[in-house]
Structure formats: structure tokens, C-alpha cells
């Protein structure tokens, strides 16, 4: 008696069971670790979302971000609080939308569900977007508003069943994207190669469309776009590396090592048993190849800019391309991978995905190399402040040192007696990163931060953070402050962006519990 009915009922049930199974799955990689800490640059969308809309303006000016993620954020905290819980679920909402946008993605691509049903499986693996899904960052928005635009783009220029709401909803999404990241112009560049290459016919009309997505960024944000370019905010960013090409797309997925066995895998199970006129009939429509177009030239250009002018890093602004990738990776499976073969692919990455998740849920990734624990963050060090300063105490922060710090501050509701500062002074203003002073530029105003702490009434301490690096800054900050200060404590506190604290004071006095703690 022949198995194979049975076997092939087995089978049947498996892949209909798949979605739920991915439901729940994206249930998990959702919640599970949603009140992970906050590093420097999520804490620095909390305190920047926290002001009025006009200071919102003006931080962003004087950054390289762009203000729909903030505007979004600065209402949903207003009603939600500020918690780390509270700031990660939006980005936790945006990925579960952009799975399912995923889903009719590849549902408008192959025509079928199975390939909708592997292009959002796809996308609910990607470790990049999973971390992003629990990043107070605008990147989990940003993988959303492309997975949109790319889904109405397929719509408009490969079906005959387009309509007006179409074309509108298109130039809306993209107009919306445009403000949200400078990264989402690449996809649009992508979208209108593939345009080109495939729909020449078409070509005006998409360049009407993309034109109208672009007028409210002209209008509303170019005037600063010059400045952000001069300020040398993106500085810290490498020129493009060979690397950088090699591993950009399994970034998607873990890294060079982890990506690129999960994409092997996957074009093992692609080319196993298939035939060469299966393989012709999928590579003869054009879709596949829409996908891989914009997919490809909304990361390359970007890189090859790199080499030029830094602007790459790994792990976060490529999520512009993750719908279109995620899609071209499942409808390929869907369509060449035999049953078996793809069912034990995808119950296998999605039960793996799911047990790294949890078991790493108190991590933070920043990328597949960069990983922190809390113990590294800025939270013990927060804690221990909120014990040991007193109100009328200045903290006063070197290099990048202080987001992480205030917003923990903040969170605990203990600082409101202090008095922040930073050296160099304008980093209040630009949180995210620091200028490169002129050292008689750092002297005078370190003589100046001395002078005035040094003439201020009360018994107070200053509280001094070491932030990693800034050798220059550190040196000459101390030096000014031994000259008139008494250095009374060095608590050993550390964070994300600092490795030590110094404690000064005016007199012999013993002062605070911080001195206990040398």
C-alpha cells in the first residue's frame, strides 16, 4: 500500500496550520522583551518626542533624522507615558502591519497565498526587523511605509485592475516615507528603475506620481536639508567597505554568518528537484525581477555613495528594501521549493527564530555584531545618581553620555532637582553625536564651566561623566576643573557611552553618599 495520500495529507495540514503558527510567532517576537532598556539613540527619540512640536523642529535641524517617526512618537507618549514598554510598542505595531503588508505583497506578486504566506514569513524572520520592532527608532515605521509603496507600486504598473485610490494612496505612503527617512529616496529611485527597465511605456506617469510623493518635502523640510548636510552629523559613519556589499542583505537575517545559511538554505530548497521549466516559467514574468530591482538598487546606490560620502550603517536603513527582498525570497519558495522541503524550512527557521528571541530577550542588538547587555546600559547608573546626588548637584556630561542618562532620570522621576549639562555645551542640542571642537574653544569653555559652578551658592556637587573616547575633551575638562575644584569621589558607575564618573566639590566638606563609594 502506497503512503504517499497520507503523507501528502500531512503535508497539507502542516502548511495550513503554518499561519497560524506564524500569527503566533509574531505574537512572541512582538511582546516577548518589549521593556528591554534604552540606548543612546532610542533614549534620544524619547527626549526629543518629549518636546513641544516647534523644539521638535528645531532638534531635528540641528540632527539628520526627519520628524514624521518624532511627531508619531511625541503624540503616542503624551497618552501612553514614557516607559520602555510604552515607546517600543509602536515600532512592535508597525512590524505586525508591515508582516501583513508583506503578505498581500506576495499574495499581488504570485497571485497565490502560499506566496503571500512565505513572503511575510520572510519578513516576520528577519532579525533586523525584529529588533527594530523593539527599537523606539523609526525604522520598523520605515519597513511598513516601503512595504506599502512597493505593494501599490506592483498593483499600479503590473495589474490591469489598478484603480484611482491607487495612484493616490501611492503618493500619499510615499510622501509620508520621504519625511520619515532621507534612505526612503532610494527606494524610490529603486521603483523607478524597475519602472524603466520593464514598463517604459509607463514612465511618465511614474515620474508625475513620484514628483507629487516628493512636493511636501520640498516644502516642508528642504529649507534644512542644506544644514544637516554641513553640520557633520552622520560623521561617526565609515566609507564604504567591501564587506558592506558582501553582507548587506543577510543583515537581513543575522549577519554573514546566520544570513547567509538561511539564504542558502532557501536557494538549496529552490533548486532541489525543480525543473528547468518551472524555473524558465517563474524567471520569464517580470515581478520576480521587479522585486530584485528595486530590492538591490535602493541598497547599492546608497553604498556606492558610501564611498564618497559615508551614509551606510549596518542593520537599519536598509529596511527600505526588506518588503521587496522578503517578497522575491517567498514567492520563489513558494513556487520552486517542493512541499516537504519548504514546510521543514520554515517550521525549522521559524522554531529557531522564536527560541533565540526569547532566550535572548534581555539583549539589546544593534546589529548582527553589536549586542549590549543591561548591566551596560544607563540604567544602574541612572539608579545609583537618582541615591547619591542631591538636589541643587549638576551632572555634567562629556561626549554622548547623556541621553541614556536623562531619559533614565526621567523614567524614574528623580532628576528634577538636578542640573544637566554638557561639555562640549552644544551637544544639548544634537544629542546623537558630538562636534570636534577647537581646543581653545574646549579651554574657554571649560574655564567658563569651572567659574561658574565654582561662584554658584550651596554646597554642591559636580558630577562629572567620562565618556569613552573624547581624549582631548577629557583632558582639558579636568584640567580646568583641578585648577579650582577638589576632586572628592570617583564612584565606580558606567554606562552605554561612559566608563567612569568624577565627583568635584568646592570644599573639604565630605558631601554626599558618593564619596562612600570610591
Known sequence: MSLKPENSSVLETLERLLLPCCAIAALVLGVVGIGRFLRLDEANSVLIASNNLGRIVEYLRNDNNLPVYYLVLHGW????GISETAVHLPSVVFYWFAIGVTYKLGLQVSGEKLGGLYSGLFYLVSFQAIHHAQTARMYSLLGLLAGLSTLLFMRIWFSSRAKPRDWIFYVLVNAVGCLTHVWYFFLLIGQALCGLALQPKKA??????????VVPFLLLWARYLGHQARIGAAGWMPRARREFFAGVLSEFYGGI??????????????LVGVTRDKIRQ???RKEPWALATIAVVSVLVPLLISYIRPIYWPGRYTMIALPAFATALGCSVA???????????AYAVLLTVVVFHVQTRTLVFENSVNV????DSDKPAALALCQWARPG???LFTGLSRAGVEYYLRRFECGQDL????????????????????SEDLRAEADEVTRRFSESPGDHKLWVTLAYGRTNDKVILTEMLNRRLRLSATPDLHGSFFDGVMVFARDSSSGSAASGSR
Open 77 to 80: 507618549i503624551g497618552w501612553a
Open 204 to 213: 511618465r506617469t511614474l515620474a508625475g506620481a513620484q514628483g507629487a510623493s
Open 257 to 270: 554568518k546566520w544570513g547567509s545559511l538561511l539564504l542558502a538554505a532557501a536557494l538549496v530548497i529552490c
Open 282 to 284: 517563474w524567471l520569464g
Open 335 to 345: 513556487r520552486l521549493a517542493g512541499r516537504g522541503m519548504r514546510l521543514a524550512f
Open 372 to 375: 549590549s547587555s543591561e548591566a
Open 393 to 395: 548637584d549638576t551632572l
Open 419 to 438: 542640573e544637566l549639562a554638557n561639555f562640549p555645551e552644544d551637544t544639548a542640542e544634537h544629542m546623537g553625536w558630538v562636534r570636534n571642537a577647537d
